[in-house]
């Protein structure tokens, strides 16, 4: 840090102090500056490793509701609709403990769509801008929220449904959380959705499945915002690409995250009535440039349906999360009853693993959806408030005796600070 000085005159004790009064986000784009400031930020303010919770979100017309077991504990937050009967809550996805809330309702001449992010621990919620009109108002189609963990940013991919039956897409819609509007960013020729197949943001790209199922769409959530296509596991069967809702349910694989990688489930129907999961998971090798990386599938493991249907009630893997940790997650329903198993996975790699005996995590009673997440708890606030509100007050806090009182360094770290983050991080007057 020392021949860093002259470039930002603060000591290396002092600099520690600042970052670790800062969000972790923070401290995660504070890392690209200069490498002195990546070994200070790695070395002297290592991130907490934190265990992830199972969220279940339960979806339901005027209220809506977040649960979070954590062994036998369980945490509940209510999501209201904004007044309309027939309105519903969302939950799109969940990065770093915030959340992203969709409300759909058929008031009015057009409907509303309203999208929230939000951090349930603190409080804190904030309205974003809405995406631009769809050009077909048959379907509004499907939102992913991610988080870019080397730029640091949180965005939203809007991939638009086509009135169309060919489901063709020309652009997605992305928001970066802090700025005002959305913008489009353009798909290779062919590109297209497969709305059913679900679409999940996984270490810093989004993906989903192409109409057929037979290719994974995938988009870079870096500044180049690179959409690519890739092959999909041997198993996943092509489907007939049609718009009728017939010929999309023929395709028996689903997107999820399997242990910060992108996995496949892909569903196999055996008399009578069994259901068998191959679990397949995309391998990343060659460093971190995604653009030069060997990309290969491997399935991680094949299961069978738990209990034969955990009781003889409809059963499916449970979206967009169908992993968490050594346990597989299981949804079953039957008329208005809706439970959550998990079951430990036991077996080797490649081969029929063996579950363990499921585990009921919840059980409701509800007309709704229900889907699954990873969660981490956080007290950090939204990534669009400003960077300054942390640093220059609390600095003024600190008892060193070259910072308490010094207006002109105080100005500096100011000054800097201001100049090296994004535009949307600037001091509030």
């Not at 784009?29 to 002297?44: I, Y």
């Not at 979070?68 to 519903?88: K, L």
């Not at 991939?159 to 798909?187: C, F, H, I, N, T």
């Not at 491997?298 to 967009?320: F, H, I, L």
Request: hydrophobic share 35%.
């Amino acid at each position: 840090m020392a021949g860093d000085e002259s470039f930002f005159p603060v000591p290396t004790d002092v600099f520690v102090s600042i970052l670790m009064l800062l969000p972790t986000s923070t401290r995660r784009r504070l890392r690209l500056v200069c490498k002195g400031w990546r070994d200070v930020v790695d070395e002297r303010t290592p991130e907490r490793q934190v265990r992830t919770k199972v969220l279940a979100f339960i979806s339901k017309r005027q209220s809506s509701r977040a649960l979070v077991f954590d062994d036998d504990r369980r945490r509940e937050w209510t999501f209201p609709s904004s007044g309309c009967f027939a309105g519903v809550v969302d939950m799109v996805g969940t990065c770093n403990g915030l959340l992203c809330l969709h409300e759909t309702a058929p008031c009015g001449d057009r409907g509303v769509s309203v999208l929230t992010v939000a951090n349930p621990v603190t409080g804190d919620t904030r309205r974003l801008p809405p995406v631009p009109p769809a050009r077909s108002h048959r379907s509004l189609g499907r939102y992913v929220f991610g988080y870019h963990p080397i730029t640091g940013r949180y965005k939203v991919v809007h991939v638009p449904s086509s009135s169309s039956s060919s489901w063709m897409l020309d652009a997605v819609q992305v928001l970066d959380l802090g700025e005002a509007s959305w913008r489009e960013v353009k798909v290779p020729l062919g590109a297209s959705c497969n709305h059913s197949c679900g679409a999940v943001s996984v270490d810093g790209s989004v993906y989903w499945l192409t109409a057929r199922a037979d290719q994974v769409m995938s988009l870079d959530l870096d500044d180049d915002e690179h959409v690519a296509f890739l092959d999909t596991p041997p198993a996943v069967r092509p489907v007939k690409a049609s718009s009728s809702s017939s010929s999309v349910s023929q395709a028996a694989c689903r997107l999820t995250n399997v242990q910060a990688r992108l996995g496949v489930a892909v569903m196999r129907h055996e008399p009578p009535a069994t259901t068998k999961v191959d679990v397949w998971v995309l391998e990343l090798e060659g460093g971190r440039d995604r653009r030069r990386q060997r990309r290969r599938w491997s399935r991680r493991y094949s299961v069978v349906e738990p209990n034969g249907g955990a009781g003889g009630s409809w059963s499916w893997v449970t979206e967009p999360h169908f992993t968490h940790g050594e346990y597989v997650l299981w949804r079953a329903s039957l008329l208005s009853k809706r439970r959550l198993y998990r079951c430990k996975v036991r077996g080797g790699k490649d081969d029929r693993a063996e579950l363990g005996p499921p585990e009921l995590i919840m059980s409701e009673e509800f007309y709704g959806a229900l889907t699954t997440f990873a969660y981490v708890e956080t007290h950090e606030p939204l990534p669009s408030i400003s960077l300054m509100v942390f640093v220059v007050p609390m600095v003024a806090r600190q008892d060193h005796g070259k910072i308490q009182g010094d207006v002109r360094l105080n100005r500096q770290i100011t000054a800097f600070f201001g100049g090296v983050m994004h535009e949307d991080m600037m001091l509030k007057s």
